[in-house]
Protein backbone atom coordinates (compact mmCIF):
# COMPACT_ATOMS: atom_id res chain seq x y z
CA UNK A 1 0.00 0.00 0.00
CA UNK A 2 0.93 3.37 -0.90
CA UNK A 3 0.82 6.24 1.36
CA UNK A 4 -1.42 9.05 -0.36
CA UNK A 5 -4.31 10.55 1.45
CA UNK A 6 -7.08 12.83 -0.29
CA UNK A 7 -7.65 15.57 1.82
CA UNK A 8 -11.23 16.94 1.22
CA UNK A 9 -11.85 19.97 3.46
CA UNK A 10 -12.48 23.67 2.45
CA UNK A 11 -10.60 25.13 5.73
CA UNK A 12 -7.04 26.72 5.18
CA UNK A 13 -5.96 26.33 8.35
CA UNK A 14 -7.36 22.74 9.07
CA UNK A 15 -5.90 22.06 5.59
CA UNK A 16 -2.56 23.00 6.66
CA UNK A 17 -2.61 20.98 10.24
CA UNK A 18 -3.63 17.79 8.45
CA UNK A 19 -0.90 18.08 5.89
CA UNK A 20 1.68 19.33 8.14
CA UNK A 21 0.76 16.06 10.59
CA UNK A 22 0.59 13.67 7.60
CA UNK A 23 3.37 14.98 5.49
CA UNK A 24 5.82 14.49 8.26
CA UNK A 25 4.97 10.96 8.75
CA UNK A 26 5.37 9.92 5.25
CA UNK A 27 2.47 10.84 3.91
CA UNK A 28 1.59 12.15 0.34
CA UNK A 29 -1.54 14.63 0.74
CA UNK A 30 -3.45 15.93 -1.84
CA UNK A 31 -6.15 18.34 -1.39
CA UNK A 32 -9.80 18.77 -2.86
CA UNK A 33 -12.52 21.82 -1.25
CA UNK A 34 -15.18 20.96 -3.24
CA UNK A 35 -18.01 19.05 -2.64
CA UNK A 36 -19.39 18.67 -5.99
CA UNK A 37 -16.76 17.77 -7.40
CA UNK A 38 -15.28 15.92 -4.21
CA UNK A 39 -16.34 12.34 -6.02
CA UNK A 40 -14.51 13.25 -9.50
CA UNK A 41 -11.36 14.21 -7.17
CA UNK A 42 -11.91 10.18 -5.95
CA UNK A 43 -12.24 8.24 -8.83
CA UNK A 44 -8.75 10.85 -10.55
CA UNK A 45 -6.52 10.37 -7.72
CA UNK A 46 -7.43 7.26 -6.36
CA UNK A 47 -6.31 7.56 -2.70
CA UNK A 48 -4.99 5.27 0.16
CA UNK A 49 -7.54 6.85 2.50
CA UNK A 50 -9.93 9.74 2.01
CA UNK A 51 -10.10 12.33 5.05
CA UNK A 52 -13.60 14.18 4.52
CA UNK A 53 -15.64 16.98 5.55
CA UNK A 54 -18.53 16.88 6.47
CA UNK A 55 -19.64 20.77 5.70
CA UNK A 56 -18.31 21.13 2.35
CA UNK A 57 -19.59 23.97 -0.36
CA UNK A 58 -21.59 22.48 -3.29
CA UNK A 59 -22.23 18.81 -1.34
CA UNK A 60 -22.43 17.74 1.63
CA UNK A 61 -19.61 14.95 2.81
CA UNK A 62 -22.73 12.63 4.10
CA UNK A 63 -23.58 12.79 0.18
CA UNK A 64 -20.49 12.23 -0.89
CA UNK A 65 -19.75 9.44 1.33
CA UNK A 66 -22.79 7.38 0.25
CA UNK A 67 -22.39 7.99 -3.65
CA UNK A 68 -18.47 6.61 -2.91
CA UNK A 69 -19.75 3.85 -0.57
CA UNK A 70 -22.11 3.07 -3.97
CA UNK A 71 -19.33 2.65 -6.34
CA UNK A 72 -17.78 -0.90 -6.18
CA UNK A 73 -14.17 0.91 -6.48
CA UNK A 74 -14.56 2.73 -3.55
CA UNK A 75 -16.82 0.28 -1.50
CA UNK A 76 -14.12 -0.86 0.57
CA UNK A 77 -11.88 2.38 0.49
CA UNK A 78 -11.17 4.02 4.04
CA UNK A 79 -13.16 7.51 4.79
CA UNK A 80 -12.01 9.16 7.93
CA UNK A 81 -14.89 12.18 8.41
CA UNK A 82 -14.47 15.53 10.03
CA UNK A 83 -16.74 17.80 11.37
CA UNK A 84 -17.15 20.55 13.72
CA UNK A 85 -20.10 19.48 15.03
CA UNK A 86 -19.98 16.05 16.95
CA UNK A 87 -23.43 15.45 18.07
CA UNK A 88 -24.45 12.07 17.90
CA UNK A 89 -27.03 12.10 14.67
CA UNK A 90 -23.96 13.16 12.32
CA UNK A 91 -21.83 10.43 14.01
CA UNK A 92 -24.59 7.67 13.27
CA UNK A 93 -25.46 8.97 9.82
CA UNK A 94 -21.91 8.64 9.08
CA UNK A 95 -21.77 5.06 10.71
CA UNK A 96 -24.99 3.78 8.33
CA UNK A 97 -23.67 5.50 5.80
CA UNK A 98 -20.43 3.47 5.84
CA UNK A 99 -17.62 5.67 7.84
CA UNK A 100 -14.39 3.99 8.87
CA UNK A 101 -13.70 6.64 11.52
CA UNK A 102 -15.60 9.84 12.49
CA UNK A 103 -13.32 12.47 14.37
CA UNK A 104 -14.71 15.63 15.51
CA UNK A 105 -12.72 19.24 15.49
CA UNK A 106 -10.56 20.75 17.11
CA UNK A 107 -8.68 17.15 17.16
CA UNK A 108 -4.95 16.53 18.64
CA UNK A 109 -2.46 16.09 16.01
CA UNK A 110 -1.46 12.56 17.74
CA UNK A 111 -5.39 11.55 16.99
CA UNK A 112 -5.27 12.50 13.77
CA UNK A 113 -2.03 10.41 13.09
CA UNK A 114 -2.78 7.37 14.78
CA UNK A 115 -6.56 7.73 13.05
CA UNK A 116 -4.43 7.50 9.53
CA UNK A 117 -2.46 4.90 10.58
CA UNK A 118 -4.97 1.99 11.94
CA UNK A 119 -6.59 2.84 8.74
CA UNK A 120 -3.51 1.97 7.15
CA UNK A 121 -2.68 -1.29 8.70
CA UNK A 122 -6.33 -2.38 8.40
CA UNK A 123 -5.93 -2.09 4.29
CA UNK A 124 -2.70 -3.58 4.54
CA UNK A 125 -3.85 -6.66 6.49
CA UNK A 126 -7.40 -6.93 3.99
CA UNK A 127 -4.99 -7.11 1.36
CA UNK A 128 -2.71 -9.59 2.90
CA UNK A 129 -5.79 -11.54 3.98
CA UNK A 130 -7.08 -11.19 0.42
CA UNK A 131 -9.93 -9.34 1.28
CA UNK A 132 -9.34 -6.24 -0.41
Do not use: C, Y
Not at 52 to 78: Q, Y
Not at 122 to 127: D, I, R, T
Amino acid sequence: MGKRVLLIEDEPNIIEAIRFILSRDGWAVETHSDGGTAVAAVEAKVPDIIILDVMLPNKSGFDILRELREMDAHKNRPIMMLTARGQKKDRELAEVSGVSVFMTKPFANADMLEAVRTLAREVQGAAQSGDG
